[in-house]
């Protein structure tokens, strides 16, 4: 028992520190979407409302959902790709580290960057951009956030199961990119016709960022929202358990 | 005590390809073995199974009398792989400090650092090392868990002449210290240096397996090499030893052939003018090269 909590401790610190020093992960996970808000909280206007808050909650929300969709996409997809293929994940499997705690301590590892990038978010807004709100909306916001990454995760994790670390390291930033998008992280889903709207309803990313609206808003999350991504984490662990299982089959 | 590796009948197929077949090899603890042959005769392929990185298509294979996928037998054994490879963004005392972790009992990483000759380049990320210095770094690791059983694939490929003397050193003393060595390499003086046992395979099927002097004997093939005197002409050599093969430099002639002692004999009684003489019988190298041309015949070993 010792030992397992000795390896996990040192993996995920390891996993950490590598994320930490990685500039991708800075741009596409906390300098843009900082800026981005910056940018468009200017552009709008600091009291406009959208979707029931003010604007500025509202694009915070965004703009941290961004973010952790870009850190879950960029540094778990093209490392384990890489790490895969370039024989470190083989030499690993010599050593008593367990295959699982190698995939898990990354994943815990990027489940505390995120809580990181969403204290600096939130930090940005409350102190920066003044925004107001009771501080359990604050707090069921995070926690939310927190769960509702586990299909990027998942994602990401997918991603990592293809072995050209360099295509995997540009489709996880167009991913990121049309993801928001289409999800409406850029553009509020209000100001999308119609057809759009649909689609952005049927992605994760939408329904990652609308519990968090809803919860700065004071509505209830309906149930299909965390149902949704719940069956989209589902289908993306089960295809990357796939692949796997199909590689390890022809070692 | 259990065999450090027990394989039986052994096969591994990719495809239709059988890159290893039926092999049974039993290796007893503190031995040090060579696994020689040719590229692709199936020694990467054989480390791997025993690594537990991939499962034999049939037969059955132990070691240190367990599974090589149990965490308690990993424990106990530790590989460098033919392809090295480095986590990125990590120093290299970072690196080896995490796979320390890994284990129950790690030497310490001074220890580490020196033996892999490092400790100069224990702050650099390792993104950043040469390929030579990524293969040190993966020798740390290797015995970053102070391993009983040592599998090394071809572990000096790139390494300068210094680190290569500073890692047979650090292998002769733990071949010393009592601990199992199962190396391949495409350089035989590396062999000869450390090996008690060589086993050689050719696709993937066992061709010899003896002592270092047992493999070495099997080269049918010796040199002769001597100083011919003034009166000792190419001429008159060749009407004296036949087709033997002869080499000059100078006055100094060396002559390869299976016979020498016939030769030399039929050199003395023709009175011919020949002096310090000396006869080897070669090394692994030309042992490997009889066992080559003995499957070009089709004679079997
Ligand atoms: N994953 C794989 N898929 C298909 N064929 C493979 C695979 N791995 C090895 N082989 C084949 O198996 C044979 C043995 O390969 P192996 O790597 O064990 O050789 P080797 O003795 O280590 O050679 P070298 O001295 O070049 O390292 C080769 O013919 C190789 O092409
Ligand atoms: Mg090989």
């Known amino acids: 028992m010792n030992a397992y909590i000795r390896m996990w401790k040192a993996q995920s610190g390891a996993e950490l520190l590598r ?25 709008v206007g600091d009291n406009v409302q959208i979707g029931g808050i003010d604007w500025k909650a509202y694009y915070l929300i965004s703009m941290t959902a961004f973010g952790i969709i870009g850190s879950s996409l960029n540094s778990l997809g093209p490392r384990l790709s890489q790490e895969r293929t370039q024989g470190w994940a083989k030499w690993l ?48 916001s995070a926690l939310w956030l927190l769960f509702g990454m586990i299909p990027f995760l998942a994602l990401g994790t997918l991603l990592g199961t293809f072995d050209a670390p360099e295509v995997v390291t540009v489709l996880s930033t167009v991913l990121q990119m049309m993801l928001s998008l289409l999800g409406g992280l850029w553009t509020p889903t209000e100001q999308m016709p119609a057809w759009l709207v649909n689609v952005a309803h049927a992605l994760p990313s939408y329904r990652f960022a609308e519990g968090a609206w809803n919860i700065m808003a004071g509505r209830a999350i309906p149930w299909e929202t965390p149902a949704i991504l719940l069956g989209y984490a589902a289908v993306f662990i089960l295809l990357a358990v796939w692949r796997l299982s199909r590689k390890g089959a022809r070692a | 005590m259990s065999p450090a590796i027990d394989l039986n009948k052994v096969t591994k197929r990719f495809g239709k390809k059988v890159a290893v077949q039926e092999l049974s090899l039993r290796v007893e603890r503190g031995t040090s073995m060579a696994l020689l042959g040719r590229n692709g005769a199936g020694k990467t392929t054989t480390l791997s199974m025993l690594l537990g990185v991939s499962s034999p298509t049939e037969g059955r294979l132990s070691v240190l009398g367990g ?11 530790g590989a460098m792989m033919q392809e090295v490879s480095v986590i990125e963004r990590l120093r290299v005392e970072e690196t080896i400090e995490l796979v320390r972790k890994y284990y129950d009992k790690p030497l310490p990483l001074r220890t580490l650092l020196d033996w892999s000759g490092l400790t100069p380049h224990a702050k650099l990320m390792t993104q950043g090392l040469s390929g030579g210095q990524k293969r040190r770094l993966s020798f740390a690791l290797a015995l970053a868990g102070d391993p009983e059983l040592l599998f090394l694939d071809e572990p000096t490929v790139g390494m300068d002449i210094e680190s290569r003397q500073r890692f047979w050193e650090t292998i002769e003393q733990l071949k010393a210290r ?12 590396e062999a000869e240096r450390i090996a008690d046992r060589v086993v050689v395979i050719d696709e993937g099927i066992l061709k010899a397996d003896g002592t270092l002097d047992e493999i070495r004997r099997l080269n049918r093939v010796r040199t002769m090499t001597f100083t011919a005197g003034p009166d000792v002409t190419p001429e008159r050599l060749r009407a004296l030893i036949g087709g033997a093969e002869t080499a000059w430099d100078g006055r100094r002639v060396r002559l390869t052939a299976a016979d020498t002692d016939r030769l030399l004999r039929t050199l003395i009684r023709d009175g011919a003018d020949i002096s310090d003489i000396e006869i080897s019988a070669g090394g692994l190298e030309q042992a490997l090269q009889t066992i080559w041309s003995r499957e070009r015949k089709g004679e079997t070993a």
Do not use: C
């Not at chain 1, 500039?23 to 906390?30: A, D, E, K, N, Q």
């Not at chain 1, 979407?33 to 468009?40: A, E, H, K, T």
């Not at chain 2, 599974?67 to 054994?77: E, G």
């Open chain 1, 19 to 43: 994320t930490m020093r990685n500039r991708r992960f800075f741009m596409l996970g906390i300098v843009m979407p900082v800026m981005l808000y910056f940018v468009f909280v200017a552009s």
């Open chain 1, 93 to 140: 499997r010599t050593t008593p580290l367990p295959n699982s705690a190698y995939l898990f301590s990354k994943i815990l590892a990027q489940a505390a960057i995120h809580v990181g990038i969403i204290v600096l978010m939130f930090a940005v807004g409350i102190l920066v951009k003044h925004i107001h709100m009771p501080a359990h909306f604050w707090l069921e």
């Open chain 2, 178 to 189: 009592g601990k199992t060595l199962i190396l391949t390499t495409h350089h035989m003086d």
């Open chain 2, 67 to 77: 599974k090589p996928t149990d965490a308690k037998v990993r424990d106990r054994l």
